[in-house]
């Protein structure tokens, strides 16, 4: 690998010369005689020919931080095979790779490849899609709008934290209510995922104080249409949930509900993402017969503001639960902060805009995720 210097003089690139010395050492037996090892580089410092790396399925080669170009920027004369996997980063950086698995087409580096991992390329450029970001941790918390990523399968996840309260209405005294909440999600297959949301524990003080055990819900999150790398449209999944009457009076209704929400997920440009949900519960009511239909919907805009540490604003509507109540529409604003690829913290703000919904609301608490 050389540079012209002018007036026929050369000289070998510097950041190059490690992989000159490399190839040159793999070709020097008899086999390889006749193969010389030219300017892989073709008039650009960041290109490379494959046609120039040993064929040797065993052989290996240390190579810098490279990608497969599309098929239509392929060398005119680095071989007939079709260009597969192109703008796709080579596995195994800062390692030796098998020539093998690089194939005829023509390299080129990624230019915010970075030192810890393989980086595909619509990374460099804009913000992942919901499928490229799933290995990292997603909590559901401590917004209540869930995204349309379910966790992969054979993880499993519990997202958990404490939830304080207070609600006043009319005359009535003030409610203060404290909770833990826990979600315990478990991934039974791709794209799907099984789902316990609790309150264990429930304390409550109005008139008079009660401690006692929350609801609990079960449903699953399906997710039936995924996010290619580069699409605009949003990634889309199913919440059937049943919620079981657990939670007596005055903690809960004591009656069973059940629901379905469809959840959407959006990737944005700038670091910016949207998660969308809506849809109907039908609700039971224990002073009347017969169940009300109450419509949910809501939306969080997120967006990674530095490292691991990423904020959200949300809006979250419900109409009525009761015959004799009103209809609600609260915010939320509050920030994760993912410590590790497994391990999150989180806290939150919420307020009521309109209606029947807490005056004022802060959560605390952590996600954690395990197995492979």
Known sequence: MRRDLGWGRRRRAPADGGLHRALGRDLCRPGDRGRRIRDPLHRQAGRLDARRLPHGRRRRLALPSLRRRPPRRVHGRSGGAAARGARRVLPHRRRFVRAGLVGPQALERTRRADDHGVLPEPVARRRPAARARATVIDPDRPDTTNSANPVAKGRVQLETGAFYRRTSEGGAPAERRLSWETTLRIGIADGIEFRV?????????????????????????????????????????????????????????????????????????????????????????????????????????????????????????????????????????????????DFALDTAVSTSLAGAAPDFGVRAGFSVRFGR
């Open 197 to 341: 949301d609790a309150e264990p524990v429930v304390r409550i003080d109005n008139s008079r104080e009660e401690t006692d055990v929350g609801d609990f819900t079960l449903g699953l999150k399906y997710r039936f249409l995924a996010t290619p790398e580069g699409a605009w449209w949003p990634a889309l999944a199913l919440n059937p949930f049943v919620k079981l009457p657990t939670a007596q009076e005055p903690i809960g209704s004591g009656e069973t509900d059940a629901g379905l929400l469809l959840l959407a997920s959006f990737g944005l440009p700038s670091d910016f993402a949207l998660d969308v949900n809506a849809g109907a519960v039908l609700v039971g009511q224990s002073r009347s017969s017969g169940h009300l239909v109450q419509a949910r919907a809501s939306a969080s805009l997120s967006r990674r503001l530095l490292g691991g540490l990423s904020g959200f604003v949300e809006l979250a509507f419900a109409s009525r639960d009761t015959r004799e109540g009103r209809d609600g529409l609260g915010v939320q604003t509050g920030v994760i902060w993912r410590l590790t690829r």
